[in-house]
């Protein structure tokens, strides 16, 4: 069974960057299309971007596009998104997901969850 693990979170201000990793184990993530996702308090879980098993597509959510970069290295068998400008809507549990099929910003087609990553914006 495949395991993600996403580290990287923390406190930043505005303006911020942050890089966070999702990690797998137990398997590879070679043919795992990767979600990243978000969830504010009270809020419902957000899809923000997706990237294919190869790298070869890649999708935002509109409130990060131009913002955030996903990417990914198998030979690591580690997914990563890079934050940059944060803003303090950007604050929530940050969480990677895998499926095998098409990448989705729906969150209950997904297999695999992580545990999530804390990321609060705040001065």
């Known amino acids: 069974q495949l395991q993600l693990v996403e580290s990287g979170g923390g406190l930043v201000q505005p303006g911020g960057s942050l890089r966070l990793s999702c990690a797998a184990s137990?398997?590879?993530?070679?043919?795992?299309?990767i979600g990243w996702f978000r969830q504010a308090p009270g809020k419902e879980r957000e899809g923000i971007s997706c990237i294919s098993t190869r790298g070869g597509k890649i999708n935002y959510a509109d409130s990060v596009e131009g913002r955030f970069i996903i990417s990914r290295d198998n030979a690591k068998n580690t997914v990563y998104l890079q934050l940059n400008s944060l803003k303090p809507e950007d604050t929530g549990v940050y969480y990677c997901?895998?499926?095998?099929?098409?990448?989705?910003?729906?969150?209950?087609?997904?297999?695999?969850w992580g545990q999530g990553t804390q990321v609060t914006v705040s001065s």
């Open positions: 137990r398997r590879t993530l070679d043919y795992y299309n």
């Open positions: 997901a895998a499926k095998s099929t098409s990448c989705s910003a729906s969150a209950g087609l997904y297999n695999y």
